[in-house]
């Protein structure tokens, strides 16, 4: 089946350092979706890539979609205290007519003050 | 935005015993409902995926007898955790596909209850 990894699994930055976390994909996917849990809570929708090649911004948050559409990127700039958490990209499939979303393993980010 | 709100938030259960987890989507219609299950530092893993009116699909390796999948409305699906052992013990999650600004006619983003951390003693 569809396998997400992602690296690296864990990161420590000090604060104001930036963070880039690399999602890649076994398969050719549809979009890829990234989310954020922070420790405790649940996962939370940051944003959808469809595109190949596509690349969006929110704020210090730069998301990247590969050209083949099977790698995907996630770079926080100068990171903040708030940024703490898990981050998982996620990649939209189906299969016999249902659709899924495969989550990636995750990237664990803590910082440093 | 749209809430799936998720009950219980925590519980903990003797072995043997059966456990029922419900999600409701609150300000919208999910006609689907994912559950998942997270072990401690681990990612997301796809347990069902559940629809309106129509029985679960199970993903491989996950015991339809022993998590039972309900959606008998737009509203509601629930989990039951039935004869719950230690090594059940572990986060559910269910989250709802919900439609997501600025991404288009084809543009979904999942929303996801607060999660159910189940402890079986």
């Known amino acids: 089946g569809q396998q997400v990894m992602q690296i690296p699994q864990y990161q420590h930055v000090q604060e104001g350092e930036d963070f880039t976390t690399y999602c890649n994909s076994s398969?050719?996917?549809?979009?890829i979706q990234w989310y954020k849990q922070r420790p405790g809570g649940h996962p939370v929708f940051l944003i959808q890539?469809?595109?190949?090649?596509e690349v969006k911004k929110q704020k210090r948050l730069t998301f990247q979609f590969g050209e083949a559409k099977k790698n995907s990127s996630l770079h926080i700039t100068a990171t903040q205290t708030t940024d703490v958490g898990t981050y998982f990209c996620?990649?939209?499939?189906?299969?016999?007519?249902?659709?899924?979303?495969?989550f990636g393993t995750g990237t664990r980010l803590t910082i440093i003050p | 935005g749209a809430v799936v709100s998720q009950h219980p938030s925590r519980v903990i259960c003797k072995s043997g015993t059966s456990v029922k987890i419900e999600c409701r989507s609150l300000?919208?219609?999910?006609?689907?409902m994912f559950w998942y299950r997270q072990f401690p530092k681990q990612s997301l893993m796809l347990m069902a995926t559940?629809?309106?009116?129509?029985?679960?699909?199970?993903e491989q390796g996950v015991e339809k007898d022993k998590f039972l999948i309900n959606h008998a409305s737009l509203t509601l699906s629930t989990l039951t955790v039935t004869s719950a052992h230690p090594e059940d013990s572990s986060f559910y999650i269910c989250?709802?596909?919900?439609?997501?600004?600025?991404?288009?006619?084809?543009?979904?983003?999942?929303?996801f209850g607060s999660g159910t951390r189940l402890t079986v003693v």
């Open positions: 989250s709802a596909r919900v439609r997501e600004r600025g991404l288009g006619a084809r543009g979904y983003g999942y929303t």
């Open positions: 398969t050719t996917l549809s979009n």
């Open positions: 890539l469809v595109k190949s090649g």
């Open positions: 996620a990649g939209r499939s189906r299969d016999f007519g249902n659709e899924k979303l495969t």
């Open positions: 300000d919208f219609q999910a006609t689907t």
């Open positions: 559940s629809n309106e009116g129509s029985k679960a699909t199970y």
